[in-house]
């Protein structure tokens, strides 16, 4: 018996990493930064798919964020590829469509002009 459930992110199963080095926009705090590596997390919510990682997203040099899937969104370039450090085009058209095959198309944002907001404002 199979109980179909509608959800926003694959089955771990099925979940389709997202490369390290891939151009990476928080969804609500708007920072921008790099694909560093995943972060086995123990406790605590707001995991990855597999129900164990958080992607560290590397922002102003030094600086990693840990953070789910979910809140971040995948910068493209102008011809519509995902923008991974010096990768070639093929490669990059390849993980675009791989991605794109997982992931919402809202997901998906043009980089625009450099204006990052640093992750951790002091107010």
């Known amino acids: 018996m199979t109980n179909a459930k ?9 979940w389709v990493r ?5 151009r990476v ?7 921008e930064g790099v694909i560093d590596g995943l972060t086995v997390i123990v ?15 590397k922002v102003d040099g030094s600086t990693r964020m840990l953070v ?8 493209l370039d102008k011809q519509k ?12 058209r390849w993980t675009t469509d791989r991605l794109r095959s ?5 997901r998906f944002v043009e980089r625009g002009p ?3 907001t640093s992750p951790r404002k002091k107010t």
Request: proline share 6%; net charge negative; no cysteine.
């Open 68 to 75: 789910s899937e979910e809140h971040l969104n995948i910068l």
């Open 43 to 57: 406790s605590g919510a707001g995991r990855n798919p597999d129900g164990k990682t958080q992607y560290r997203v």
């Open 114 to 116: 450099a204006d990052q």
């Open 18 to 22: 997202i490369p390290d080095g891939t």
């Open 25 to 31: 926009r928080h969804r609500s705090e708007a920072y």
């Open 102 to 106: 997982v992931f919402a198309e809202d």
């Open 81 to 92: 590829l995902i923008l991974v450090g010096r990768e070639s085009e093929l490669y990059r």
């Open 6 to 14: 509608a959800s926003s992110s694959p089955p771990t199963n099925q």
